[in-house]
């Protein structure tokens, strides 16, 4: 799905923000244009796409943003946005608006919110994240960065049952950022991770939650019986890391955040959609083949060679290079791009 | 039947004075859409009502009983889209083409109703001097767009033309082409552009004199007048633009701008649309 960037402005300072670097550099364009987005939704529809994602940055910061929603969802695309839910009382008051009589389908939010005591914000933030999940409650799953083995999800059952948001949990690793240096989770502490989210079972029962991994998670890394778990609760099980592919303001594409600096490019060299996915995807196979994953153990696992599981995020291994040895990584970059390019995806 | 389209105000007295023309009627207000076309339909052959409206087009209050007639809205801004959205389905339905300024917001308007499916058009008078690369984007978008889209007019009609080899005045397409339609005021006296009738320049001084020689004469020393620009040695006469533009943007210029560009970029477009042609929607309504 591709994940359409409306601007590179956030509200808020997250101490993992995986995208903050991406962001900081990024100031050429702060906001998408209608031209883009036009060009967009004809790109994707061409591509066979129908659904997509607006983020940011904060995509409620863009003055158009409400507008932008409607036109896509006009268009015939499924819409998720991911908002951080702070935004200014007229944004949702307006969205609120908008969406009425459309049907929950056609739109809906993943609000990633913060535990207010272990990653403090404002007072006014706070409120207006309140504010949101009040008024669009039935349109939000909510959103869990985890970048400390401590932290705690109480207050997420507390506001799913107050505000009745879905009964779904997006759970994602905050990832490392190549030649910087955020906070995320370590290879060697995602086990611990897991133990803690487990210690929350009783909660995702009662309140049937269904808990959604984003990428990075490894397989090895859950007990059989967490997985039991896990696979009951919630059907299906993801460990793999695919491109995400965002698309920048100025139509740049990268495969995700995280690797926003591995070889981006203009979305004008690609013909479609399916071939953007297609060079990130061998590409990251190319950083796979030379490290495997992001443990020793990954190289001869079963799992990973039936790509049931893609052994750690793609992020943790160019971080791994980029930090140990630079030049590896603009090889394997330059080596593809030579070799690989036009036969894979048949972009000249 | 006569085959020149007459364009008039909604004037009950002047309307009976018509009879089997084919009439364009003009007025200022959504509201009298269906009145102004029934009242067309007694005694001629409506073409289409033109609203020139002074609503942005955002807050027109658009109705179900506007579904059998051929509308030109005129818009002075398109407004947010937000409110667009609520009453599109409506749009969608109705026989309708949306002109917009050629203005920034009316560039990104047009192209967003008409990659939702809805005519548009462009209106360049309202304006003193276009915003040429902006144009050429919406250009491109119009004759290029990889996804299907409805029509935006002038380039539509310039690009058929070009296409099929026919060297005409694209100004039809925006109501403002002597050789198809004739502009008409409440008192009957016969102008050959709207800027003209709003000036007072008039042809004939009344209906009895539609038919004469002297408005046919008119209209076709209008129609050759781009030899002048030849004979004057005009800038409009050497530029590579001229076999689209034909010297429509020559008032009032001394000096080149970027038009020139602008149409020598077009026929670059139109050249490639040609060999791949099929993105266009197949709208089946009213075109100018």
Known sequence: ?348 | MHTTKLICPNEPALLDRLEKRNLCVRVSSPEAIVPAANKARERNHLICVICDAETSFDEMNVEESWQDIPIALIAPTFGKFRNVSRNLALFKKLNLRVYLPCDEGGLVGARLLASLGIPTGIVFDKVPRPDWEALADLMTYALLGMAAHAPIEPFQTMADCCRQGRSEDWGRAIFDDPSSYLHIDAMGRTALSRRELIAGEFVAQDLSELDTPVVAKAVANRRDAWQKLFLDNHFCARCGGWRLCRGRFADGRDEPDDCGEFFQDMMDVIEQSCKNLGPQQPVEKWRP
């Open chain 1, 1 to 348: 799905m591709a994940n359409i960037l409306l601007t590179n402005k956030c509200i808020r300072a997250c101490p993992y923000c995986f995208a903050g670097k991406e962001m900081a550099l990024s100031s050429r364009k702060d906001f998408i244009s209608w031209e883009n987005i036009v060009y967009l939704a004809d790109f994707l529809q061409a591509s066979g796409e129908k659904h997509l994602s607006l983020l940011g940055g904060e995509p409620a910061i863009h003055p158009q943003f409400v507008d932008i929603l409607l036109y896509l969802i006009d268009r015939g695309f499924g819409v998720t946005t991911f908002t951080s839910g702070v935004m200014s009382t007229t944004t949702r008051e307006e969205l609120e608006k908008g969406l009425a009589g459309l049907l929950p389908d056609k739109a809906h939010f993943v609000c990633n919110i913060n535990n207010p005591s272990q990653t403090p914000a404002p007072k006014s933030e706070n409120e207006q994240v309140h504010a949101f999940l009040s008024g669009l409650g039935a349109w939000t799953m909510p959103g869990f960065n985890i970048y400390r083995k401590d932290f705690d999800l109480e207050f997420i059952f507390d506001l799913i049952g107050r505000y009745g948001l879905k009964k779904r949990l997006r759970l994602g690793l905050a990832h490392p950022i190549p030649g910087s240096e955020n906070e995320f989770i370590r290879a060697e502490d995602i086990g611990a991770v897991i133990e803690r989210l487990y210690s929350y079972r009783d909660l995702f029962n009662q309140l049937h939650v269904r808990p959604n991994f984003d990428c990075g998670f490894p397989l090895c890394r859950v007990t059989d019986e967490q997985l039991g778990w896990l696979a009951r609760l919630s059907g299906r099980m993801n460990f793999i890391c695919n491109p995400a592919i965002d698309i920048t303001p100025d139509m740049q594409v990268y495969c995700c955040f995280p690797l926003a600096s591995l070889n981006k490019k203009s979305l004008f060299e690609f013909d479609s959609f399916k071939a953007i996915v297609a060079y990130y995807r061998n590409l990251q196979a190319c950083v796979r083949g030379e490290i495997g994953g992001i443990y020793e153990e990954c190289a001869t696992c079963v799992h990973r060679a039936q790509e049931m599981c893609a052994g750690g995020g793609a992020c943790q291994l160019v971080k791994r290079m980029a930090d140990e040895a630079p030049e590896t990584i603009l090889d394997i970059v330059d080596a593809y791009d030579k070799a690989y390019l036009p036969e894979r995806t048949g972009v000249a």
